[in-house]
């Protein structure tokens, strides 16, 4: 591991623990030669997922994308980023299990929209209305006329 302050790649592993949902384990390092502690989080992961985009484009899984597509529909709701974390951490489960390597990025946008729906119902429809593309008012209504 690579020091983030002076560059050094010798760093010693004061202490390690996992996270609250056992998918994660945080490590405070130390480095070697300047002395200064560090957090670094391991995460499992099986394989790489690529995405399938839209436009037939391809890239890899990115969970901070998706994290931060679901905090911006959450933004002044009263929905802890814990909270949202851990609805992205349950997605990110999901495609690991289903054992696919290529998947669409509707699929992900549909699995986002039902956690989304659960937790918090502006969130979700704020969610939508991006990943949807809505132009229009009666694109609202027909969303919430389905979400009923």
């Known amino acids: 591991m690579k020091c983030p302050f002076c560059s050094n790649t010798d760093t010693q592993v004061k202490d390690s623990r996992p996270s ?5 384990i945080r ?3 130390e480095c070697t030669a300047c002395h200064r502690r560090f957090t670094t989080f391991e995460r499992f992961q099986v394989q790489q997922t690529v995405v399938l985009k839209r436009d037939g484009a391809r890239e890899l899984f990115d969970r ?8 911006i529909a959450l933004r002044k709701r009263p929905v802890s980023p814990n909270a949202v974390a851990a609805l992205v951490a349950d997605i990110e489960q999901e495609l690991t299990e289903s054992g696919q390597t290529e998947i669409n990025s509707s699929e992900i946008g549909a699995a986002a929209l039902d956690k989304l729906k659960s937790v918090d119902f502006v ?16 694109d609202f ?4 006329r389905d979400a009923k």
């Not at 609250?20 to 994660?24: A, G, Q, Y």
């Open 20 to 24: 609250e949902d056992n998918k994660v």
């Open 27 to 29: 490590r405070r390092r």
């Open 64 to 71: 901070d994308k998706l994290l931060k597509s679901m905090m």
């Open 123 to 138: 969130g979700y429809v704020r969610y939508a209305s991006v990943y949807d593309g809505f132009d229009t008012p009666s």
């Open 141 to 144: 209504q027909k969303l919430l």
